[in-house]
């Protein structure tokens, strides 16, 4: 990092987040402050991570020291503020391309979330790419974030969606895939893990078959970059998406990573300061990435934060933290099924950090509201997946998701907090 203050020192904080200065631990509910109050009077068991994280101290530190001691917007500025607001937002960039390995800092676009990051290619791709008779290729098992934006991309073109089915335990049809690409598939837009089965797709392979017949791929990485080693270079993939607030980073923020030849040929989603080279009243000239897909003011503390995060998660490692939580999906996994009455919701072999289930005929939403009595925080609905949940053929599941912070208490509060569920319903 270069400038700063008169004393020689950056005056930004954020070593706080650097792997080096952080505890090489896996029990770490202590780091998270809201993990010690309670709820209705009882210990929190927060089981819920897969819809949003909770923050280490470190991120939270990190994002009030931004707003205390150095905001500024970044990127215009001569004076010191915006230079130290600048420098922070670029070593977050840097930080983010070492996380996925990208291959370069302008690979990495600064978001508003996975959401956002979708809807710009889905604008974006589809105005240079999709023709009328091309065809997106989705599965079954999409979030409505990875659904929805490549609908109306497709509708406006007259292009049409592809779905790739699961099977009965969850697992993408490998077979049903390579058949439905064809030379008329444009787009393949996958999962990396599933926020309901916890499927791990094999991306590297998709990513190879597509690529066979013209195809570029998309990931949605919001459920995996929390939870395992995500390489974009040993994947393959043309573009990843993922949010901030599933990182154990703040809300508001996401990654849109990108291949640079293919962000070079993209047109600007939005406009506005920041993304241009030149303008007059004539025409505009844009920027180049990834300052093109960064319309008006970034979420610059948030993204600074997000660097801590990750940061926070390398200082743990990310191959301990998915052993972590494998082991403790097992013991789950043996525990939840063992209540009678339990069906469990996708069970594909090497499946991560996520266990769905339904019991007898409660519905999950009482069966939510029951288990928040108990200080079990958990997901209950149809998790944005509402295709997936017909094709299971039930209106909604339970979902226990786990977290760098959860253990084995959490998983017996849930437990015992089931039983008695089942027993108040059901006598």
């Known amino acids: 990092m270069t400038g700063g203050r ?10 706080a987040g650097r792997p080096d200065l952080l505890p090489s631990r ?9 993990l010690q109050r309670t709820v209705r009077g009882k210990r929190l068991a927060y089981l819920d991570s897969a819809a949003t994280a909770q923050k280490p101290r470190v991120v939270v530190d990190t ?72 065809e997106v290729l989705l599965t079954v098992m999409e979030h409505h974030s990875n659904i929805v934006p490549w609908q109306l991309a497709a509708h406006r073109v007259g292009a049409q969606l592809k779905v790739v089915p699961v ?17 008329r598939t444009r787009i393949v837009a996958v999962s990396h893990v599933s926020n309901v089965l916890g499927t791990v797709a094999p991306i590297s392979r998709m990513a190879s078959q597509a690529h066979e017949v013209g195809a570029i791929v998309v ?121 009678p009455g339990v069906r469990l919701i996708g069970t594909a072999p090497g499946k991560t950090a996520v266990l769905s289930f339904v019991l007898d005929d ?13 200080g079990v925080a958990v997901r209950a609905g149809h998790h944005c997946a509402q295709p997936l949940m017909r094709h299971f053929r039930i209106p909604a599941t339970v979902r226990a998701s786990l977290g760098v912070y959860s253990n084995e208490e959490d998983i017996d509060q849930l437990v015992t907090a089931l039983g008695d569920a089942r027993k108040r319903f059901l006598g």
């Open 26 to 34: 896996l029990s770490v509910r202590d780091d998270f402050p809201i």
């Open 6 to 15: 008169e004393d020689g020192t950056t005056g930004v904080p954020f070593a």
């Open 63 to 134: 994002l009030t020291e931004f707003y205390l001691q150095h905001n500024a917007n970044v990127h215009r500025g001569v004076h010191l503020l915006g230079e130290e607001a600048t420098i922070a937002f670029d070593e977050a960039r840097e930080t983010i391309r070492k996380f996925i390995n990208a291959a370069s800092a302008d690979e990495i676009v600064f978001t508003h979330g996975t959401t956002a990051g979708i809807n710009l290619l889905a604008q974006g791709w589809a105005a240079i790419r999709l023709q009328p008779g091309d």
């Open 219 to 339: 990931v949605d990485a919001a459920q995996s970059v929390p939870h395992m080693t995500v390489d974009v270079r040993e994947l393959d993939c043309d573009f990843m998406v993922f949010s901030g607030h599933k990182l154990y980073g703040p809300m508001g923020v996401g990654v849109l990573y990108g291949k640079k030849a293919l962000l070079d040929r993209l047109p600007p989603w939005q406009g506005g300061g920041g993304m241009i080279e030149k303008v007059t009243f004539d025409a505009t000239t844009w920027a180049a990435p990834p300052s093109r897909f960064e319309a008006g003011t970034p979420p610059v503390a948030e993204a600074v934060a997000l660097g801590a995060a990750v940061n926070y998660l390398q200082g743990i490692g990310m191959d301990r933290i998915r052993s972590h939580e494998d082991a403790l999906l097992e013991v789950a996994t043996e525990k939840v099924r063992a209540i």
């Open 167 to 183: 099977s009965p335990e969850g697992v993408l049809d490998a077979d049903e895939y390579k058949r439905l690409l064809s030379p």
């Open 362 to 374: 409660i519905h999950p939403h009482d069966l939510g509201t029951i288990l928040d009595a108990s």
